[in-house]
């Protein structure tokens, strides 16, 4: 039903609304996320405009395009979007559009997906929707040394680990050259630097995980980093899935981590970005762990927006604290 509303009220914005061509040379790029915004950046460069729908400070799960977004989009060359279940919208805007519809790229089409999974400790939370999965892969549901049981929706933070982040920008790269043939070599060369800069940060991570005493990491919060620990070899405990709706654990959540991290001695408890921490920090309070930030990079404050802040920036930020949990 919302898919139809956002379609209906696109079609009647477009009848009122005068068009706007940016004049800048190379491409008009809307991104959905923060790291389909950064990513195109990084392999745009100074070539073309690049935009995030997602305000900063936002969570994507509570985000709804506004009028403004919808003009935005029937302007743009490329839109690029996670695919996930919090992007409901997007394809039937896109196919409302018809063949005014600007080019997209799903960040989830590009690479292996694996579903959200409940584990030892971890709320149950119902899921009220199902993902389509007919388009992404669920061939691998492994998680360290957990039992698991993958509930229906597939997990969506592809992102987080810095190998699919090099598989999306390379796709990147390529539907740029696609579009605008004449800054194929300025893409190639952004996209050679960016990827030199991801496999540093991947190669660090190992280096950090393989001397690492311990593998093991807690959250005190909602796992937004399934792929990132998938591929490093960790092993998790949290408080929610992914996409939970809930952010409140109960007290029998929140007295099941601190015994983990009693019984393993584990120096670290950990929260999301745009998070309350009120959990966290009561089990740090409790247990004497500290509370650190693992940011998925999913969205950034108003502040690191304005800074400029990158996902090499934020992933070399979890480099460190996540030294602190493993050490």
């Not at 209906?8 to 706007?20: D, K, N, Q």
């Not at 996930?84 to 790229?105: F, H, K, N, Q």
């Not at 070599?185 to 950090?208: G, K, P, T, V």
């Amino acid at each position: 039903m919302k898919k139809t509303i956002i379609s209906l009220l696109f079609l009647s914005l477009l009848l009122v609304w005068p068009s706007a061509v940016p004049a800048q040379e190379g491409l008009t790029i809307i991104t959905l996320n923060f790291p389909a915004y950064d990513f195109s950046r990084q392999v745009a460069g100074d070539r073309g405009l690049v935009s995030m729908l997602l305000p900063p400070g936002t969570d994507m799960h509570s985000f709804e395009p506004s009028p403004k977004d919808l003009i935005a989009l029937s302007n743009a060359d490329l839109l690029v979007y996670n695919g996930g279940v919090a992007d409901y919208w997007v394809e039937g805007l896109l196919a409302s559009m018809g063949d005014d519809a600007p080019a997209a790229i799903a960040m989830m089409d590009l690479v292996e997906t694996v579903a959200e999974e409940i584990i030892e400790g971890m709320e149950d939370v119902p899921h009220d929707h199902k993902a389509a999965t007919d388009s992404h892969s669920h061939d691998d549901h492994s998680h360290g040394e957990h039992d698991s049981e993958d509930v229906g929706e597939l997990d969506e933070h592809v992102w987080t680990s810095p190998r699919n982040a090099i598989l999306i920008s390379r796709a990147i790269a390529n539907k740029f050259t696609e579009l605008d043939p004449h800054g194929a070599q300025i893409y190639a060369s952004n996209f050679e630097q960016f990827e030199s800069a991801l496999l540093a940060l991947d190669a660090d991570f190992r280096a950090l995980v393989e001397n690492a005493p311990r593998r093991t990491i807690v959250l005190g919060d909602r796992f937004a980093m399934r792929y990132f620990t998938r591929e490093y070899g960790l092993s998790y405990y949290a408080a929610f899935p992914g996409c939970s709706a809930q952010t409140e654990p109960s007290v029998k959540t929140i007295a099941f981590l601190m015994d983990v991290i009693k019984k393993e001695n584990i120096p670290v408890v950990f929260h999301i970005e745009l998070s309350s921490r009120k959990a966290a920090s009561l089990i740090a309070a409790e247990t004497g762990a500290q509370d650190l930030l693992l940011h998925s990079a999913h969205n950034i404050s108003q502040d690191d927006f304005d800074k400029g802040i990158t996902y090499i920036d934020i992933m070399r930020g979890n480099l460190e604290n996540l030294r602190k949990a493993l050490y």
